[in-house]
């Protein structure tokens, strides 16, 4: 186990379905950060909350909708999906420092968009 | 634009072997460059991660050397097993402290007995 754990790992649903995927850290990271990874591409970076503040990927739809009330947990909000969202989530936690950065993630959620 | 590019074809080896992955990149001054595990339907596992002023860096039977001139990364895993059969994904990270990692899209190695 890496110490972040996601729920569910899972999720089928309708494009007028409303869902939560959620996320908690017990490392005691400063960042969290939420990766979307689709077949054949790379982890795509969605949105970070490091050091109180958030970075997003300006390609995701708003339709997608992140949320960090405090440094363990964080959600990401899904609403009126479309069939191309069907993918891996990927949570991943770090503390940031300038000397390292290593990632610990997750072992996401699978979603699928009918 | 920044690109990082890993072999998107799969790498087969007999085991034993030494198997050797390569990661290049155009547009980036790195900070460092991190090196990761990846099992179907599992989240990345972090392995091994070289500064910019570090020629090499080793761990078991991992070996990472990185190239700021060639702008490349090769990674290396001695007596292969057929338990190292995963997908391998390098991720970079700018200097200017942006904590955003960025990846490429992995090479799967496949190891056979």
């Not at chain 1, 054949?40 to 050091?51: A, N």
């Not at chain 2, 001054?29 to 990345?44: E, F, M, N, T, V």
């Not at chain 2, 080793?58 to 059969?85: G, M, N, W, Y």
Request: contains cysteine; aromatic residues 10%; positive net charge.
């Amino acid at each position: 186990e890496t110490g972040v754990t996601q729920t569910p790992r899972h999720l089928v649903m309708g494009m007028t379905n409303k869902k939560s995927l959620k996320c908690e850290q017990h490392l005691g990271h400063n960042a969290m950060y939420w990766y979307k990874q689709s077949a054949k591409k790379p982890l795509e970076l969605m949105f970070v909350y490091s050091l109180e503040e958030r970075v997003e990927n300006n390609s995701v739809p708003s339709r997608f909708s992140p949320e960090c009330p405090n440094s363990s947990h964080l959600f990401l909000h899904l609403h009126t999906l479309q069939p191309e969202d069907s993918a891996l989530y990927l949570c991943a936690s770090s503390q940031v420092s300038l000397s390292n950065n290593e990632q610990f993630f997750g072992p996401g959620t699978r979603l699928t968009v009918l | 634009s920044q690109k990082i590019e890993q072999n998107s074809e799969a790498l087969n080896i007999q085991e034993g072997k030494t198997a050797t992955l390569t990661c290049n990149y155009t547009n980036y001054s790195p900070a460092y460059l991190q090196w990761y595990r990846q099992d179907p339907g599992r989240g990345p596992v972090f392995l091994l991660l070289i500064r910019e002023n570090e020629k090499e860096k080793r761990k078991e039977r991992l070996k990472v050397t990185f190239d700021t001139t060639l702008k490349q990364s090769l990674f290396h895993i001695t007596a292969s097993q057929p338990a190292d059969s995963a997908t391998y994904l390098c991720a970079l990270e700018a200097k200017g402290g942006s904590y955003i990692p960025t990846f490429g899209r992995g090479t799967s190695l496949i190891v056979h007995p």
